[in-house]
């Protein structure tokens, strides 16, 4: 429908995810998840898809005996959220 | 929540609710100043009655010592439950809490190694010192009343060196007052308000 719009970050799960991390440096999977309130078996999918794009950067690791998995934007993320913010503007205001 | 056919304005919508409530989360609510602002008043004062009962030589030392020691173990679990609440990394989450653990130990380092070089100057240094502080916190964190408070313990920690050093108890509980509690508290008051 909107052909401009990069699949990737046009769907609610993935956008949301995309915007927490443009708003933070790292996230954890449990901000995330406390944040979009979405089930952790769709936001796993949804960040696995995210990270083959390139968007993301998953980092797993350990935190007081916990897994911890970290979670930030990539350089290559931001310019597609910056591009794909660009383009709704295009539709929101047509020349 | 994974639709795809939604319009361009719901995605913005989304995209700035998303971003203003990641926001919203780790806020600073200014605990800790106040925290430290009733510490600080609390030594001082207390000082303040022991020299009045005779007291003052015998116990000042060790009655400071536990008082800021129970401050650094609170603000450490403090900081640690924040943690644990799954709290993001933020440039600016870094940022001041750094500042004000290298500002505190570079305190503690002039206080406990140099305090007899210093003399009585401890007090105004201490108050610049923090001054400086909480004008960057204000300036970073975009909060009016931590910017002017820190400016107004800068001007007081001058002025407490153009006073008698029987004075400076004075300028610290002034200090702590102006400095630390009442934009902790207004910060406080701001938050409870957003999150309404």
């Known amino acids: 429908m909107f052909k401009d719009l990069d699949p990737i970050l046009h769907s609610q799960l993935r956008l949301s995810i995309v915007s927490i991390l443009m708003t933070v440096d790292e996230a954890n999977f449990s901000f995330i998840k406390e944040s979009t309130n979405a089930a952790a078996g769709n936001i796993s999918i949804q960040i696995k898809k995210l990270q083959k794009a390139g968007y993301i950067k998953v980092e797993k690791s350990f935190k007081n005996n916990y897994p911890n998995t970290s979670i930030s934007i990539t350089r290559k993320g931001i310019k597609a959220f910056e591009d794909y913010v660009n383009n709704l503007k295009k539709y929101i205001e047509p020349k | ?196």
């Open chain 2, 1 to 196: 929540m994974d639709k795809t056919s939604f319009t361009p304005e719901e995605s913005l919508l989304l995209i700035s609710k998303t971003i203003e409530e990641t926001k919203e989360r780790f806020k600073e609510n200014g605990h800790i100043l106040i925290v430290w602002g009733c510490l600080i008043f609390i030594v001082v004062s207390s000082q303040y009655v022991l020299s009045l009962v005779g007291l003052y030589k015998k116990f000042d030392i060790a009655w400071t010592n536990i008082l800021y020691s129970i401050g650094v173990i609170y603000t450490l679990i403090y900081t640690r439950r924040e943690v644990k609440k799954n709290m993001p990394l933020t440039v600016l989450g870094i940022t001041v809490g750094t500042m004000g653990w290298v500002v505190g130990l570079n305190f503690f380092i002039l206080a406990v190694f140099f305090g007899n070089q210093l003399g009585n100057a401890l007090a105004p240094i201490f108050l610049i010192l923090f001054a400086f502080f909480l004008i960057m916190i204000g300036v970073l964190i975009k909060f009016k009343p931590i910017a002017i408070g820190g400016f107004i313990l800068n001007l007081i920690g001058f002025a407490t060196f153009l006073v008698h050093p029987n004075y400076y108890g004075l300028s610290l509980m002034l200090g702590a007052v102006v400095g630390f509690i009442i934009p902790g508290i207004l910060l406080n008051i701001t938050r409870r308000k957003d999150n309404v």
